[in-house]
């Protein structure tokens, strides 16, 4: 059930705008998986730049933009509008666009509806928040190895470099990032909104409207309530569409209305979460942020976070193992950051995945639906079954790949190398199918890199190597792939019960098959997960 959304107006003046009491939020996927870094798609004017584009397929019988028409128009290659529609499909808010729903083939010719092609072509300016300090640089030093073998080369790197270089880097919190995403969104509105307007006869004023349709594709951007994507309708909450006729198309609305109006409601939903943040900084009981992750470096700082709209956050898991099910989580995205030396299992169907700031770890991601984004790791295996994956500033990593789509390699990545999927669990199939991944296919081995410079980071970029491509992945060697075996217990169990011996064998089979365990667990320094994993 949708959130209410209760308009409240202010009683000393009448003609004031009624202003949602519910917070508008960003959508937080597109700026997390939807910036790609295209130098041809940073458009210093992007009303300037999307215009043509606009007026081109703005009649009705062409409202949708294929992958040719696309790279003509924005003169990028033929594999940059593929990856264009894919990304854009991965972070699309409805779930009815023919694009999410595409199969593989089809993509490039149903295309992107317009409207979300240009707000998604828009935010290619946005620049992230700057990476915060970790507010216990001890405890990270304590996990993080002393020596690389990139030591030599980071150490010749000038001191920006080497923060752009360097993989202890930690996330803003999501308070901050999404009152950075409003305040963008509040600066760049008016140009969003002539973007989406139609023009028509009449006084200058009032020559741009927005219809009611055109309306709802704000919703890429801006959402209501703590739902996700299936939040409430930005119609339903704006009081110059909320009562119209459901049978009758609902009158276009002035640009400069709807404006006014967005611009109060950003502004009053930016005063309740810096006063949130204001608040936790102080140290207040009442400033508890659901959204920013736990720091403690324990299992137990992993958590699930209790609204749809918020990750599940496992954060600063070290020395130690970690386990989330699909019954253990109520969100439908996860965040796992500053993980070291550890292994994480993540087995249930999600939409979104960010791997961020982990060493010397293995992480297990059962069925990733829409994207993975992994940032900032060193010498950690991933084993992911998703639609798409990005990987960006790593180094000496493997991922192990299910994925329907490319791996998009971007940014400062060094010594990586990628091989096929390479586990199984028992609901693995069911997930696969429940999130639209195509199990049949799988181009693990068809890499797409692009540029070494991220023109979304805040950090200003060296000089002379904004044409640098990023360092692509290799193949593992064949005879270093093995299964990563995650058998049960049970299995096992069901084995010796079905085993033609006698009973008494059978006791004795178990029992040298628990000596032997025993003995390997130890051997192999793995009986510290087993201890972390009964702890659980």
Not at 412 to 428: C, I
Request: glycine residues 4%; aromatic residues 6%.
């Amino acid at each position: 059930m949708a959130d209410p959304i209760e308009p409240s107006t202010s009683s000393s003046d009448p003609n004031s705008i009624p202003i949602p009491t519910a917070i508008l939020h960003p959508r937080r996927e597109p700026f997390e998986h939807g910036l790609l870094t295209i130098q041809k798609l940073i458009f210093n004017d992007p009303v300037q730049a999307l215009t043509p584009l606009k007026q081109k397929f703005a009649s009705p019988s062409t409202q949708r933009v294929d992958s040719a028409a696309l790279a003509e128009l924005l003169q990028i290659s033929f594999d940059h509008s593929r990856l264009v529609l894919e990304t854009l499909a991965s972070v699309l808010h409805s779930e009815s666009d023919p694009l999410v729903t595409a199969l593989p083939d089809d993509v490039d010719s149903i295309g992107a509806d317009l409207r979300d092609l240009i707000l998604f072509l828009y935010i290619q300016s946005y620049k992230r928040l700057l990476p915060r300090s970790h507010k216990d640089s001890a405890a990270v030093a304590d996990v993080w190895p002393s020596m690389s073998a990139f030591d030599g080369y980071l150490s010749a790197l000038s001191p920006l470099q080497l923060v752009r270089s360097n993989s202890r880097r930690y996330m803003p919190s999501q308070a901050d990032e999404e009152a950075h995403q409003l305040s963008y969104l509040q600066k760049h509105l008016a140009n969003i909104l002539s973007l989406l307007s139609e023009h028509v006869e009449g006084e200058s004023e009032e020559s741009l409207v927005l219809t009611m349709e055109g309306f709802e594709h704000l919703g890429f951007l801006i959402q209501f309530g703590d739902k996700g994507s299936g939040g409430v309708p930005l119609s339903q909450a704006a009081p110059f569409f909320a009562n119209s006729d459901p049978d009758m198309p609902a009158a276009p609305v002035p640009v400069s209305q709807v404006h006014d109006w967005l611009l109060q409601t950003i502004a009053s939903s930016l005063e309740s979460i810096t006063e949130k943040v204001s608040a936790k900084e102080n140290g207040s009981p009442s400033g508890s942020d659901q959204d920013i992750a736990m720091a403690d470096a324990s299992p137990s700082s992993a958590k699930a976070s209790p609204s749809a709209r918020s990750p599940c956050f496992v954060e600063g898991v070290s020395k130690s193992s970690y386990v989330k099910q699909a019954s253990d989580l109520k969100s439908s995205s996860v965040k796992v950051i500053n993980c070291h030396d550890s292994t994480i299992y993540i087995l249930a169907p999600l939409r979104y995945a960010i791997i961020y700031g982990c060493s010397d770890a293995t992480i297990v991601l059962g069925a990733v639906g829409k994207a993975v984004r992994v940032e900032h790791c060193e010498r950690v295996h991933v084993i992911i079954a998703a639609k798409r994956v990005c990987i960006a500033n790593c180094r000496e990593c493997v991922f192990f790949l299910g994925v329907n789509q490319r791996p998009l390699f971007v940014g400062d990545n060094h010594k990586l190398q990628v091989a096929p999927y390479n586990t199984y669990y028992s609901q693995l199939e069911e997930h696969l199918t429940e999130v639209g991944i195509v199990s049949t296919i799988n181009r693990w081995d068809e890499a797409l890199s692009i540029s070494v410079i991220d023109p979304h980071d805040s950090l200003s970029h060296p000089a002379g190597v904004s044409d640098a491509q990023s360092e692509s992945a290799t193949c593992l060697d064949p005879d270093q792939l093995t299964n990563f075996l995650q058998k049960n217990l049970s299995e096992i169990k069901q084995m010796l019960r079905e085993a033609p011996l006698e009973e008494n064998w059978k006791r004795e089979l178990s029992s040298a098959l628990h000596v032997y365990f025993k003995d390997w667990l130890y051997a192999s320094g793995n009986i510290r997960q087993l201890y972390c994993l009964q702890g659980d």
